[in-house]
């Protein structure tokens, strides 16, 4: 029996061979279809891969029915699917391949998920590399697929997501009353390429550029500018909240930065919205500075959650004695339909 439960950020795992048939052969060159990838690689580390993935996680047989098998399990009542390989795409390189891809995943998404079932909610990418393309299709996506808004690249860009250049986009977002959302994932020239451990690339290249497309954001006026944009920061967790804004406000203090509102209101005003982590320790402190209405659970399925252990990260936040009840409750639903207006 579904609860009011809602996942705020699952995943797909892409077809190449599926979404190449929706892309069109104006697009292709003569040949086989790279089996692998469309989309360049998130980044040094991810392939090649030697190391064993824990079983039943990132696996690439996952499809609609699967998904339903989860939301069974969990009692969730909706999940919101982010992509996989996708993640990567603010690294296309050429804007016109950027449009094909994007246009071509939704099309797939929409197909082979939201019209599998109303309980799986979809995210489209959009081509930030060409801003007028990206509105195009964002208001394709949210008026003819039902799309619930768009994901925007956390790394790759030529500019920071706070950026006058991409500010058209954000004018159509607020203009449908869709939400968009940054995603982690992505990790190249971050300043982190050099570890040679994987997981500590993985564990800074997450919330950095949240950090850093928050700030962008904040400070260039954006947020300001479209006061009902409705704002995700995905995967990254919630303790980079405080960071931001600490130094923004020593900023203010010493250092002559002005803003029209203090950092902290920015994620106290409904516009910013934070996937969060059960287990993560810094999600009672990040309540306490800017209350618990941002704050949304994500399963990640089928990424570092499996079916064999989907209600792990639901459990997490039950338990947490740190957490009061309507907390929960926000954190478990309330929020997530505020922010997709589900």
Known sequence: MPTHYVDSDGHVMERVDEIAERIGRVHRIEGEINPRRMVPSLDRFHTPRLQRRTPGTFDPSIGPEQWMEFLGKTGLEYSVLYPTEGLAYGQIAFPHWAAAYARGYNDWLYEKYLQFSPRLKGVALIPMQDVSSAVAELRRAVRELGMLGAMLPSNGLRLHLGAKEYWPVYEEAEKLGCALAVHGGCYGDLGF???????????LGMPF???????????????????????????????WIPLVIDRLEREMEYGGLRLQRRPEEYFRSGQIFVGCEGNEKALAYAIERVGPEPFMFASDFPHEISLGNCMEEINEILERADLNRAHKAAILGDNARRFYKI
């Open 209 to 239: 550029p949240l950090a850093v497309a928050a700030t962008g954001m904040i400070v260039e006026g954006m947020l300001d500018r479209f006061p009902r944009l409705r704002v995700g920061f995905l995967e990254g967790g919630t303790a």
């Open 193 to 203: 390429n050099s570890f040679g451990v994987f997981p500590a690339t993985r564990a």
